[in-house]
């Protein structure tokens, strides 16, 4: 089964201070990775995803991602963070094929003026 | 934009109660997931249908929960009785494919008091 481990449930950083959210995931198979933002009482948006090529991927609000193969890790990262990224950030893993998301626990990235 | 939506918002039951949740995914999305998010946690898959089959309800506690699509459209995820441990955040989500990813809807919170 299929499994994803975010290593930090909570991270403070300071407004414009660059921040890396990590992610390991546990699969023998091929993988699709995304990474997800829920800001309080809402559901989830999607932030980028991997699927396949080039394994540095861009999304949304400046976040990028870097597939690691051998390492199984899918980190996210900012430069610059705002005071409007302080929100709840999920890793999460599907095998190819219709099959469901998993998620990870959740990381809290909590942005300091 | 074309949405996933969900109601209601927001449920306060007593226990034992029952209760039922709605969503209508994105038109012409033919797989649709109700996720379960306690406080705290990531989402964990309730149950996946493919257009109005049931693809996996490994993880719904049965003896309680019931979920239907009977058109192939919108769903509906039933609790009889509601226990205290029902508390969390219900999400439905939608994909288009097999490398979709998914759209979440605004989720239905519910409080079992």
């Known amino acids: 089964a299929q499994s994803v481990t975010q290593l930090d449930s909570q991270v403070p950083v300071f407004e414009e201070a660059p921040v890396e959210l990590r992610c390991n995931y546990s699969?023998?198979?091929?993988?699709?990775l995304f990474w997800y933002v829920q800001y309080p009482n809402q559901g989830l948006q999607l932030l980028l995803k991997?699927?396949?090529?080039?394994?540095l991927v861009k999304g949304i609000n400046g976040f990028e991602a870097e597939f690691n193969k051998s390492q199984t890790s899918f980190h996210l990262r900012k430069p610059s963070v705002h005071i409007s990224d302080t929100a709840e950030y999920f890793c999460?893993?599907?095998?190819?094929?219709?099959?469901?998301?998993?998620f990870g626990k959740g990381t809290r990235l909590s942005v300091i003026a | 934009e074309a949405e996933v939506a969900q109601s209601p918002r927001y449920k306060i039951t007593e226990k034992s109660q029952a209760v039922a949740f709605w969503c209508d995914p994105i038109?012409?999305?033919?797989?649709l997931y109700w996720y379960r998010q306690i406080l705290g946690q990531g989402p964990e898959l309730l149950v996946q249908?493919?257009?109005?089959?049931?693809?996996?309800d490994s993880q719904l506690p049965k003896d309680r929960f019931s979920a239907e699509r009977l058109k192939g459209v919108d769903s509906t995820l039933k609790i009889q009785p509601a226990e205290l441990g029902d508390s969390a955040m219900y999400l439905c989500?939608?994909?288009?494919?097999?490398?979709?990813?998914?759209?979440f809807g605004e989720g239905s919170r519910l409080t079992v008091l």
């Open positions: 989500a939608s994909s288009l494919g097999r490398t979709g990813e998914l759209f």
């Open positions: 699969s023998s198979v091929s993988v699709y």
């Open positions: 991997y699927l396949s090529g080039s394994t």
């Open positions: 999460a893993v599907r095998k190819s094929g219709n099959t469901p998301l998993v």
């Open positions: 038109s012409g999305h033919a797989t």
């Open positions: 249908f493919q257009d109005e089959s049931v693809v996996d």
